[in-house]
Nanobody, 123 residues
């Protein structure tokens, strides 16, 4: 089991950057596939990015590909989401999640979730 706490959200102007962090605690963090999801106002939660146990494999939603970078530091039990070239449509609550699956994308493939951090991208 693992507990997740997101941080780093805030208000950013379009075109700006923001780095989200997800601090994990629990058993064998390094064995979990980690992911980021987001939920915009009036929208359903959607997949953003995922990273493998070793950090050697990543996968991104088409909407963020080329702009966002997911990474992890297993020694610090932390996963990051570097967000560049932010757009107003990136505005959402961002959630960190952990999965025992090798290649999880769907919400039901993730076993643990953080409480979320708000990201707002202005004009």
């Amino acid at each position: 089991q693992v507990q997740l706490v997101e941080s780093g959200g805030g208000l950013v102007q379009a075109g700006g950057s923001l780095r989200l962090s997800c601090a994990a605690s629990g058993r064998t963090f390094s064995t979990y596939t980690m992911g980021w999801f987001r939920q915009a106002p009036g929208k359903e939660r959607e997949f953003v990015a995922t990273i493998s146990w070793s950090g050697g494999s990543t996968y991104y939603a088409d909407s963020v590909k080329g702009r966002f970078t997911i990474s992890r530091d297993n020694a610090k039990n932390t996963v990051y989401l570097q967000m560049n070239s932010l757009k107003p449509e990136d505005t959402a609550v961002y959630y960190c999640a952990a999965s025992e699956e090798l290649t999880p994308v769907a919400e039901d493939e993730y076993d643990y979730w953080g409480q979320g951090t708000q990201v707002t991208v202005s004009s």
